[in-house]
């Protein structure tokens, strides 16, 4: 979908009658809604500089011009595109990143990521080159009429405020790869830029490339085929036994089927923490990508799609497979049936609305349903965390039913993480009072230990650590204090009375769960659902006390910054039982969550030191002292 389309005489003419950025808000607020007043701000001045850099009689008047450019099936906007045909007749098109920046600093040790000022922050975030090409290779792998007309793209990004001789980390030579496939044009660049245009655009051809690419057909390319296979083989992280193997199978000739004879049907897979559901999903996703279909990655949460997309193509610089990952609020628009499938890992964690407000769409489940002839459901409802959860069974198959779906579910059984042991799982569902179990003993084999000193427990995390697979976790009890992120000597949760201090993770741009450094961070909920690690310590707070004989819950000791529990307010006042309830199974499930991301061991520190007495008593009845 292209938010804005005309002719380079077209465009020209509306720049020079100051009603382009009408113009392009305008359709903007049509197909997404109300713009920022930044967002609008760089339009105008952007458009201003684009408009001196194509007045040029070489550049034919009927070229194609497309600004914000939606790539189908994603929430990715390309900034400014120019098509037509280069002198040997071949269609083509140059794809522009356009950026306000006036400063950048190079940031070592994470690839094609650099540190600016944006968002009114210093913020990390991809370098312009990295993301104009990371754009074409996406339309490169999945846009059929890019590969079969082809139609050649070139990308490039345009900083027009940058001035290169006074910041030259933009183009330090740690970019160099990317600087390579899409060269960077700052402040005075731009007859340069002009002349990038002119090598590749001779002839017009009045968007016809731009709207072939918006139109046409999803296909994954041979080469990204190719490229997943070989990430995949000989990768030990994704290995499927027992009865993951049975799943990923029936899930694969459901596929075939859906080919086959287009009818729509939904497969819910149902599995416990440790059980393989993302091991099976990624390996549905590259044996279906291998087949020719179109399939994508689906979670709510953004943690688990970094992680396994870098587990998976390891050391390689690949990019385009990134785009195989989405967010569940990417199918809102998304005609029926355009992903052959759709892979919904962490179903439970799915909401009614999308966005950052939850302001937009209607409810994810169906979009997800509607989007895909085969959607694959992989959910564990003890795994919902916030008031915005809406993931169920009973709500997947109930939009099955509407959507006229032929419905199949399937359970995952066998236990892979906490060492293997269905009796620590049980015995944790016991003790927090999720459900009574049976699994008193005999005991479990697996390394759980109870600390009285949060340093202790950090300590012998430290030590676990030795091959990155080890992590420090908490409940939500302490506010993300956002204006000191960029301070080493501002931390968030701090507990005095032990002189421990110690920051969440959330500033950081790459995959907290395998960072090198993320063992000096704190990880919460939301970036360590759905990801493993071989030990795991857990910072349990005051949400979370032991009275009157039982576990208890306190949702007023969350902290302000969680987003778990927004909207409990006006629902204790609309339905005070109501809200108790929900609240209360947030907390637990979180709990839960987090004592099981472990392999090896869990280590826990309690804020109330009669928790910390009653786990020990329970720790030893299970283990039958």
Partial sequence: MIVYEATKDQFLDAV??????????????????????????????????????????????DAGIAIEFNIPTTAKRVDFIISGMDAEDRSTAVVIEL???????????????????????????????????????????????????????????????????DHPDLIDGIYRTY????????QGDALKLRAFIDRYIVKGDRGASLYEISEGRLCP????????????????????????????????????????????????????????????????LVSLTREGMTAQYVTKNQAPRDVYFEKLRGHRHETSPRFLFKGSGCYIDAPENCMDVLLADEAHRLNEKSGIYHNQGENQIKEIIHASILSVFFIDEDQRVTLNDIGTVAEIERHARA???????????????????DGYLAWVDQLLEIRETANRTPGFDYDFRVFDDPNELRKAIRERNASNKARMVAGYCWDWISDGKNDPGVTDINLPDYDFHMSWNLSASGPWAIGADSIEQCGCIHTCQGLEFDYVGVLIGGDLRYEGGHVITDDTKRARTDQSLKGLQKMKKKDPRKAAEAADAIIRNTYRTLMTRGMKGCYVFCTDRALADYIRSQLKLECGE
């Avoid at 305008?26 to 194509?54: A, P």
């Avoid at 959507?403 to 066998?414: F, Q, R, V």
């Fill in 99 to 165: 950026k306000q920046w006036e400063s950048c600093t190079r940031v070592s040790g994470k690839d094609g990521i650099v540190l600016t000022y944006v968002g009114k922050a210093l913020r990390e975030v991809t370098h312009p080159s990295y993301q104009a090409d990371s754009y074409c290779q996406l339309l490169s792998s999945f846009s059929e009429p890019v590969q079969t007309k082809p139609i050649d793209l070139h990308p490039c990004a345009y900083l027009h405020n940058y001035r290169i001789a």
């Fill in 179 to 186: 600087l390579e496939e899409a060269p960077v044009f700052g």
């Fill in 403 to 421: 959507a006229h779906a032929e419905i199949c579910t399937m359970k995952l059984e066998s236990q892979f993480r906490c060492n293997g042991s």
């Fill in 221 to 284: 390319s041979r080469s990204l085929q190719d490229t997943l296979s070989s990430m995949l083989d000989g990768n030990p992280e994704f290995t499927m036994i027992d009865d993951q193997k049975v799943v990923f199978e029936q899930a694969l000739a459901l596929a075939r089927e859906c080919r086959s004879d287009r009818t729509k049907r939904v497969l819910i897979v149902s599995g416990g923490p440790g059980t393989g559901k993302t091991v099976v999903a990624v390996n549905l």
């Fill in 16 to 61: 020079l009658r100051d009603t382009i950025t009408d113009d392009i808000y305008r359709q903007y607020r049509r197909h997404f809604g109300n713009s920022s007043e930044s967002q609008v701000r760089s339009w105008y001045y952007s458009m201003e500089f684009m408009y001196k850099v194509i007045s040029d009689v070489r550049i034919p008047a």
